[in-house]
């Protein structure tokens, strides 16, 4: 069995693990480095449970061999807020109840968060589009969008009562 | 889901990736995105011995415009192409087509010529690159050879890349005039019930259709070129009665097949209505 060994920047600090090249990015963070917030889903590349920020893009970590991201910058929920100190969006998915049973919520959080690097004022129909491919099977899209949406207001620097943009019910 | 041992190969050149396939033969698979090959790999419908990933090989990755003709290397993603704003203003219908592939996540990471070279069915790219008759750039242990995309696929998963070439770059010319990419699918993320690629320029007279390519996508073993009804448009001009001609003569091409996107009735129909849509949408923007 042949092994390699691969370096990491993982929320921002360095780890080096030693692997066989047929392990899943998803199971390394989970198995080998103990990062559990993203999650196995349908490990299929369908759900978006399993995203990760890699160098600037949203990955589905089930997709990706772990030796691929040899030398990548990865960023996983973990690395965005602490129980202390939420993320913005952490905040907002918390006030508009898009967490429901919670399962998907790393990946969907992850995901919007390169969502609103890339366009820091998205129309409700760009949020939508742009977590396309992060499921929910509590079903409550309403609830994430909002969320979404909300936390592009305060990253702008507007409070939630300017919620112009927002046109769904 | 893990998948069977391999080595893993990082080659860094184009040239160390095409020597390492013809020094390993049948037991390596190229990985481009690898968005087809590691689900492959995880049911263990493929068990490549070797994997030789391309990601590292700088040359592969590049948009050039130039004299009217647009060169891409094999490993631009979908993200890549879809954020390009000359080849968006130069050639719109690749964006069209790009944001109509799998999801965010997988635009990332997929590639054109992972897209075009997998000869899978449901693949979007390999029917627009007919449409738009790109050329195909394959790199061999003998050498450099040059394929047009209408002759490349030969049936499902087989195509005229031989096992031991590697697609390096994809050719086309710029497109000027009307376009449209169709496409129904049951969901985001899904591959096509049917889709539809359609160029289409209006002569000097603001009349008359001086150019028309349409071509089909998951509706055959491999994308269909409707040339027939190209020229049906070109000949007789693009109005009520020659869009319905055209868009029968399309129908005719195709070998739909029942699957859990449908029966082949079904299909026929989504089919016409996409290329219908196509064909409207593609005029009403020359």
Known sequence: MTTTTINLNVNGKSVETTIEPRELLIHVLRDRLDITGPHIGCETSHCGACTVDIDGRSVKACTLF???????????????????????????????????????????????HRLLQENPNPSEEDVRFGIAGNLCRCTGYQNIVKAVLAAAREINGATDKDATRETAA | MIPGTFEYHQPDSVQAAVALLDELGDDARVLAGGHSLIPMMKLRLAMPEH???????????????????????????????????????????????????????IRYQGT??????????????????????ATFTLLGPDGERKVAAREFYEAAYFTARDDLEILTSISFAVSPGGYAYEKQKRKIGDYATAAAAV???????????????????NLADTPIHCE???????????????????????????????DNRGPVDFKKHAAAQITRRAIKSAWSRT
């Open chain 2, 51 to 105: 994997l030789i990933d391309l990601r590292r090989i700088d040359d592969l990755k590049f948009i050039r415009i130039e004299s009217g003709v647009v060169h891409v290397g094999a490993m631009t993603t979908q993200h890549e192409l879809i954020n390009h704003a000359e080849l968006a203003q130069q050639v719109p219908i690749i964006r069209e087509t790009s944001l109509q592939i799998g999801d965010p996540q």
């Open chain 2, 228 to 258: 027939a009804a190209s020229q049906l448009l070109q000949d007789q001009g693009v109005n009520d009665a020659s869009i319905e001609a055209a868009v029968a003569s399309c129908i005719a091409s195709i070998e739909p097949v029942d």
């Open chain 1, 66 to 112: 772990a030796v691929q991201a040899q030398g990548s910058e990865i960023t996983t929920i973990e690395g965005l807020g602490d129980p202390d100190k939420l993320h913005v969006l952490q905040e907002q998915f918390k006030e508009h109840h898009g967490l429901q049973c919670g399962f998907c919520t790393p990946g969907m959080i992850t995901r919007a």
């Open chain 2, 199 to 217: 160029l289409l320029r209006k002569a000097g007279d603001g009349v008359a259709c001086s150019f028309a390519s349409i071509a089909m996508t």
């Open chain 2, 112 to 133: 054109i010529g992972g897209n075009v070279a997998n000869g899978d069915p449901g693949n979007d790219m390999p029917g627009l690159m007919q449409c738009l008759d």
